[in-house]
Nanobody, 124 residues
């Protein structure tokens, strides 16, 4: 079974940056596509980004974060990152990483494993 642990969340001022990390343990981590989702109080879980399993390693972003967030992965360290720049108060949410289809997906239902989440709060 794959286990995922997110870290790197915190409180930042609007316009600031954070880097989230997701460390995976268990078998065949490298065969999964990895996604990031977020959920704010009173709102539905929202797709943020995904990165496909190599060799393409293609990435895809939700419209609300395109141009500001960057997802990457380090296979040697079993770690996926989400670099978040130009943060806005609307980005405030709990952020989750997830392991799913090698090709990636924007649908949370397609992911098999989820981390516990890390809180990101952006002040105005």
């Amino acid at each position: 079974q794959v286990q995922l642990v997110e870290s790197g969340g915190g409180l930042v001022q609007a316009g600031g940056s954070l880097r989230l990390s997701c460390v995976a343990s268990g078998p065949i981590f490298s065969t999964y596509g990895m996604g990031w989702f977020r959920q704010a109080p009173g709102k539905e879980r929202e797709f943020v980004a995904y990165i496909r399993y190599w060799p393409s390693g293609n990435t895809y972003y939700g419209d609300s974060v395109k141009g500001r967030f960057t997802v990457s992965r380090d296979y040697a360290k079993n770690t996926v990152y989400l670099q978040m720049n130009s943060l806005k108060p609307e980005d405030t949410a709990v952020y989750y990483c997830a392991a799913g289809p090698p090709s990636g997906s924007v649908y949370s239902s397609e992911y098999n494993y989820w981390g516990q989440g890390t809180q990101v709060t952006v002040s105005s």
